[in-house]
């Protein structure tokens, strides 16, 4: 997904360095199918990736730790920008706005100042899938990446036809996501991996009795 926005091998390289990189692209995926505009993405992901090293220095551990350190960021930028430019125009909002939307997708719970993103209903309703692969299948990091990304362009997916809740699937649901990805050009292989991250998805929720049939 970062190669679609970014060009540089090193800006990429530095964003998927930092300790929050998976949360970051979790948020640049929501962005794209929300229709941000790629300027949009361009300006947002510096501020969250400079959130999480803000964070980091403030000693924060892991990501839940993060909401504790909003406005102490936000304070933080405006001061450096009015000390550089001497402008007195709205910062806050530019800042804050980034950083509370990412925080709303990957924090149960969060809720900020600014208007947050919904968070995405699958993995609302079974929490504990991206654990399953990480301990279970034994799935690295950049795996699990990519199961995140095909469930973001699902649930992206389910909020546009109106379905609300997993319980609502059906093999029509499933059948027409799958028909659509593919008639939108995408690559068979790509196409073929989605589909297993969905199986491998629904498999799991069944197992963990979230749904009544396999």
Known sequence: ??????????????IRSSWISTEIETYVSWLVDQGYSTKSI???????????EFGRGRR???VGDLAAHVEAFVADRVAAHEARTGSTRPMAKEVRGPVEQMLS??????????????RPALRHEVPGFFHYLIEERGLRPASVLGYR???DRFEAYL????????????PAI???????RAGTGLAKSTVRDGAGVLRVFLRYAHREGVLASD
């Open 1 to 14: 997904m970062l190669e679609e926005y970014f060009i540089r091998p090193a800006t990429i390289d530095r």
């Open 42 to 52: 361009w300006r947002r992901v510096p501020i969250v990736f400079a959130f999480g």
């Open 60 to 62: 924060a551990c892991s």
């Open 105 to 118: 997708l990957v924090l149960p719970g969060f809720r900020g100042l600014w208007p947050t993103a919904p």
């Open 149 to 151: 990304h095909h469930l």
């Open 159 to 170: 909020r546009r036809i109106g379905v609300g809740s997993i319980g609502e699937l059906s």
């Open 174 to 180: 499933l059948s027409a996501f799958v028909v659509e």
